[in-house]
């Protein structure tokens, strides 16, 4: 089982959920950011921090956002499990699916 990171870190990527994760799990693409579904410990800690709610167990993701499951796994298709988000840093890609989208979340306030 995993977190997943859904729309509402899209275009936002506030990153405190980075500093919270024990196991450094959590990866910067170039609209959002995506937990390794095997190698989050489910720990829970990074989800009451993200200021936009963005983050969800994975039983608990809301339907009209379930697609972010897949595009949190398919993501690591090309890094597979590096073991550590810092030692990779930000990556200059996307999952297709987010990568297609229109601007999201200008409202938010950081
Ligand atoms: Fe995104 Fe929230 Fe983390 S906006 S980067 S999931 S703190
Ligand atoms: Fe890290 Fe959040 Fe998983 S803090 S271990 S990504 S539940």
């Not at 690591?76 to 590096?82: I, V």
């Not at 229109?102 to 306030?109: F, G, I, K, R």
Request: net charge negative.
């Amino acid at each position: 089982m995993t977190y997943v990171i859904a729309q509402p870190c899209v275009d936002v990527k506030d990153r405190a959920c980075v500093d919270e994760c024990p196991v450094d799990c959590i990866y910067e693409g170039r609209r959002t950011l995506y937990i390794h579904p095997e190698e989050c410990v489910d720990c829970g800690a990074c989800e009451p921090v993200c200021p936009t709610e963005a983050i969800f167990y994975e039983d608990d993701l809301p339907q009209e956002w379930s697609d972010y499951y897949r595009a949190n796994e398919d993501f690591f298709t090309k890094l597979g499990s590096p073991g550590g988000a810092a030692q990779v840093g930000a990556q200059d890609y996307d999952d297709d699916m987010i990568a297609k989208l229109p601007p999201q979340n200008q409202d938010y306030q950081g």
